[in-house]
């Protein structure tokens, strides 16, 4: 009974380690070098502000967001965009990846008609290696 | 005791796999969030200090921006056109904003005696009550697409109003371009409408433009 105590710890040991050098191994960055658990995370180099313009139809529903000014050095990472109603509240959202040289993003399609009346705000989130 | 053993074999586990995680390179990820915040104001324009406007007439050549009221009728050789514009800078509006909503609002004092389909235009080069003296001044002119239409109705001293906001947001971000609109009549026969001016005595009869707006 002892030794079928050992063996199975030593099994459930194991297991745990292969299930998390499995999970490791999945993770999209696999080869990139140690850096600790606190380190800061940064935003891309020059980014420390975005704002946006839209456009509306004559309707008054948001048809384009331009989002302007962004830096170089974040092409490539993802930007998403939030268009923010009352309460904080979701109206819609979108998000592209930033191109070459980076400067302006314009987003069309944002899973809902948006009401420029009730469009109050953004969030933007910019992520990338 | 056997349990003890266990769990410990477990726990040496699991500070292992947690310090492989550790060597990732998460850091090396960037992520920046940021908002922005939206400034809902409104602004009402009427009168002669910030409408200009006046009415084309083909039939009869003549400056007609000091009128009382203005005209709209179909028919080649007697078309009238009217064209209306708002000075926008009293609103204050920055080029970074733009228009949620933007309401123009006309008085028609005499209807015409059946339904009419009015056309709005956005008009894109400039004019003045001199340039329109001659129709040819108004044909001249290089114009949008229609942004809107709307039905006179047949009752005298009804206020019909229409959005024109896609042209208000154009014109917001674009301060040089605000040439204003077009008013016409594309249907048949002779029926004319009046639409009260920005000099008519009575206030309610004037062209109105009211905004809704972001900065």
Known sequence: ?129 | MRRLVVLLAISGAACTSSAFAATLGIASWHLWTGSQTLTKSSCTLTGTSVTTDTYADEAHAGDNSSANTMKVAPGAGSQQWTFVRFDLSSCNIPSTGGADTATLSLRITNAPSTDRTLTVTPVLSTWTGASLANFSGATSLTYGSATTTFTTGTSNNVTKSFPVTIDVDALIKSSTANYGWRITDGGSGTATTTIGSANNATAANRPQLQISYEN
């Open chain 1, 1 to 129: 009974m002892t030794v079928l105590a050992k063996l199975l710890g030593l099994g459930l040991a194991v297991a745990a380690i292969s299930a998390a050098w499995a999970a490791a191994a999945s993770l999209p960055f696999g080869s990139n070098k140690l850096s600790s658990g606190s380190a800061a995370v940064t935003a891309c180099t020059g980014l420390s502000s975005l704002s946006a313009t839209r456009s509306v139809n004559n309707a008054g529903n948001v048809t384009q967001v331009s989002v302007g000014t962004i830096p170089a050095a974040c092409a490539g990472e993802t930007l998403s965009i939030t268009l923010v109603g009352s309460g904080n509240a979701s109206l819609g959202s979108s998000s592209g990846t930033v191109p070459a040289g980076g400067g302006a993003m314009s987003f069309s399609s944002f899973g809902a008609t948006v009401a420029a009346t009730s469009l109050l705000g953004y969030r933007f989130a910019v992520v990338g290696a």
